[in-house]
């Protein structure tokens, strides 16, 4: 079959340099979307037109600002309703990769130096609902003063809104709990729009499906 001009993808960690060594040998220019892999894979394919001279750039997102522009979302929501009351968050995370690791991290930060919210305990669930499904009654449990659930993905965020609401759950003493995540997703949107979901966090003018 004819080769494309070019191929515009996102990779996926464990596999990276396998794909790059393909399309370079194939001769076949790509452009990577976000870069989810880290640590000696990173550094083991470099920049852009360093090792790969068919890798014509990368679009990277300011998953950090994202982080934090969440973070402060849902603070200054939880505020206006009660401003009284002490805020305490719990992240649900995705991946040791990159994109969650960077949305996370004024998170991360605020664990140690805040004097406005409470930040719990940040879990690795690997965006995968189920797990999500299996492990919320246990986080709940053990963190029973959480009435912030801050979310790297809105499918995440839509997973504990369903949860929370199979618990039968507002928060420990029925005040609300406010839930937000990343993507813009149509669901959450609508979720939003019902006031089951508090924010999104999206505007990624560029990313690929399958």
Known sequence: SDKPDYLIFRPFRGNVAEVFNILERENIKFVTLEQAFIGQEAINVGQPQQKYKNWL???????????????????????????????????????????????QVYLSQQSFSNNTFVVNQIFPLHWKRKLIEQRLPSIVKRYPDTNIYWCAGDEMALEVVKQLRKLSLVSKDNSPILIGGFDWLPEALAKIKSGEMAASVGGHFLMGGA
């Open 57 to 103: 750039g990368q679009i990277n997102y300011d998953n950090r600002a994202g982080g934090e522009l969440l973070t402060k979302a849902l603070v200054n929501e939880y505020q206006e309703r009660l401003p009284q009351k002490a805020i305490f968050i719990t992240g649900i995370g995705g991946d040791f990769d990159a994109v969650s690791l960077d949305r």
